[in-house]
């Protein structure tokens, strides 16, 4: 079993950044394609970022251009990078790993984007 967790939510003004970390026990994740995920109260859960195990990435068309999704060198930590947010970008955080049928979630984090 694959143990996620998130760090590094928090409350941020309209154009501030922050950086999410999603850190892994039990294995070593560039074994998986990694995605963040977010979920905002009243909304469905959706993919915001994801990276390959050759390193592609892939954005949602509201985060690209001011999100990052990035692995650790040490390969069982996976980042998120978070500029100039917006207060639409305001939700829980969660990080995946997806290998083959297998599909682990973190417990997520809040983001709070307000003035």
């Known amino acids: 079993q694959v143990q996620l967790v998130e760090s590094g939510g928090g409350l941020v003004q309209p154009g501030g950044s922050l950086r999410l970390s999603c850190a892994a026990s039990?294995?070593?994740?560039?074994?998986?394609?990694m995605g963040w995920y977010r979920q905002a109260p009243g909304k469905q859960r959706e993919l915001v970022a994801s990276?390959?195990?050759?390193?592609?990435?892939n954005y949602a068309a509201s985060v690209k251009g001011r999100f990052t999704i990035s692995r650790g060198n040490a390969k069982n930590t996976v980042y998120l990078q978070m500029n100039n947010l917006k207060p639409e970008d305001t939700a829980v955080y969660y990080c995946?790993?997806?290998?083959?049928?297998?599909?682990?979630w973190g417990q997520g984090t809040q983001v709070t984007v307000s003035s």
């Open positions: 995946n790993a997806a290998r083959s049928s297998n599909n682990y």
């Open positions: 039990g294995t070593i994740l560039s074994m998986f394609v």
């Open positions: 990276i390959s195990f050759g390193g592609s990435t």
